[in-house]
């Protein structure tokens, strides 16, 4: 078993920065990758952006990219998303999530198999 903490999460204006941080216990940490998901009102779970076990590969979604940055700290069981230049369309509830697959950077939802319960983001017009 996998248990996921997400924090970070708040209340910004359009233009502005979060940085996100899931930790990870349980199962040894380094032989997983992991992603970002967010989900808005009324929207399905959308991919945003993914880390394999090494950290030296790294995938966005076409919406986050050139905006935010994936990055894990295998010392710390941490994986971190730095969002910038936010828009009023990011905000969503984002969910940490670990997988085990070989395609973890399709950013396919069911190929992840522990979650965190999420954080709220919030961007301001």
């Known amino acids: 078993q996998v248990q996921l903490v997400e924090s970070g999460g708040g209340l910004v204006q359009a233009g502005g920065s979060l940085r996100l941080s899931c930790v990870a216990s349980?199962?040894?940490?380094?032989?997983?990758?992991m992603g970002w998901f967010r989900q808005a009102p009324g929207k399905e779970r959308e991919f945003v952006a993914a880390?394999?076990?090494?950290?030296?590969?790294?995938y966005n979604g076409d919406s986050v990219k050139g905006r935010f940055t994936i990055s894990r700290d295998l010392a710390k069981n941490t994986v971190t998303l730095q969002m910038n230049s936010l828009k009023p369309e990011d905000t969503a509830v984002y969910y940490c999530?670990?997988?085990?697959?070989?395609?973890?950077?399709?950013?396919?939802?069911?190929?992840?198999?522990?979650w965190g319960q999420g954080t709220q983001v919030t961007v301001s017009s």
């Open positions: 349980g199962r040894t940490f380094s032989h997983y990758a």
């Open positions: 999530a670990v997988t085990y697959s070989s395609n973890w950077y399709r950013g396919q939802a069911n190929e992840y198999a522990y």
């Open positions: 880390i394999g076990w090494s950290g030296e590969r790294t």
